[in-house]
């Protein structure tokens, strides 16, 4: 994958680091996905510092988009940093205001970023336009589950819904991304945690042209043209472990399956597998942080 934005490719690392510095996921987009997620139980936030920062390796393979034969894989080690003031917050996979929170609720307004794959390298898109580098803007709500004095263990469904855009073909707009997901935190004896999720990715016709979608000028002997339809893109299902070592050092191993049964496009001529997987594995070492206490 190419990036073509050294200001997107910034922002993509920090959020990315972000994510995995506290034991979540990076925030997904179609293209190259792993759902971010928020690993940290409400009652276990009090006393986080205001800010961190440190270093994070990260070892990656996963599908180039859903429904590709091609995967994606990479080894990065980037700088992250965390900020949580009380609106402005730079975590949990996401960077941007956070409007409401309540013990039960909360409701933030973010960024995330993603980057793009050159049709070159994907076998069913020779000869198309090349997937650009992605940024989306939108919403998030979360509404909490279950007992919220449990510190342990912890429940919840995230329904971020955000719009897509191409920096790398003018800043025109891919389409809107809507993802309810279920995820379920338990944390272990030692300094484990286990979480485990269950979510659906649905796109509308615009997004779905920009992944599924061949035009007549674009289809050839072995690929049909093809109109591609808002809707469902992919059920997902997913596992994340991570253990802290030390106060400053964490590790992290997660796994996903994605299945585009019942899926909206899954005749496309681009879908070439209907059952994919992806999978991370990686450290976060904190190198410093801030003795002020951030305000939950």
């Known amino acids: 994958m190419i990036r073509r934005s050294i200001t997107i490719l910034a922002a993509g690392c920090l959020m990315t680091a972000a994510a995995f510095a506290r034991g979540e996921q990076p925030a997904d987009t179609p293209v190259a996905t792993v759902p971010a997620r928020d690993t940290t139980p409400p009652a276990a936030a009090a006393g986080r510092p205001l800010w961190e920062a440190g270093l994070l ?6 599908p180039a988009y859903p429904g590709s034969e091609e995967r994606v894989s990479r080894l990065l080690g980037l700088p992250y940093l965390i900020y949580r003031g009380k609106y402005l917050r730079a975590e ?4 941007g205001l956070r409007a409401l929170k309540t013990p039960r609720t909360e409701l933030d307004l973010g960024f995330a970023a993603s980057l793009g794959s050159p049709s070159s390298d994907i076998a069913a ?5 090349n997937l650009g580098t992605l940024i989306e803007f939108g ?8 007992n919220l004095a449990d510190i342990r ?6 329904f971020p819904l955000r719009e897509v855009i191409d920096v790398s ?7 809107i991304t809507f993802e309810p997901e279920w995820v379920r935190d338990t944390r272990l004896r030692e300094h484990w945690l286990l979480s485990t999720n269950l979510g659906m990715l649905f796109g ?18 072995t690929r049909n043209s093809y109109s591609a339809k808002g809707g469902l893109f992919a059920l997902r299902a997913g596992l994340f472990v991570s253990h802290s ?9 997660s796994f996903r399956i994605e299945s585009l049964a019942g899926a909206a496009n899954r005749d496309s001529p681009l879908v070439r597998r209907r059952l994919g997987w992806g999978a991370v594995i990686g450290f976060a070492y904190t190198m410093a942080r801030s003795e002020q206490p951030a305000e939950e």
């Open 125 to 129: 898109r020779q000869g198309m336009a």
């Open 57 to 62: 390796g990260l070892a990656i393979t996963q």
């Open 153 to 158: 263990r912890d429940s919840r469904f995230q």
């Open 204 to 221: 509308d016709t615009t997004l779905a042209d920009t992944f599924y979608g061949v035009s007549p000028g674009d289809a050839t002997p």
């Open 245 to 253: 070592v030390s106060p400053d050092l964490r590790l992290f191993y």
């Open 139 to 146: 919403p998030r709500l979360k509404v909490n589950l279950g």
């Open 92 to 95: 949990r996979g996401n960077v």
């Open 169 to 175: 073909h003018g800043f025109v707009s891919r389409g």
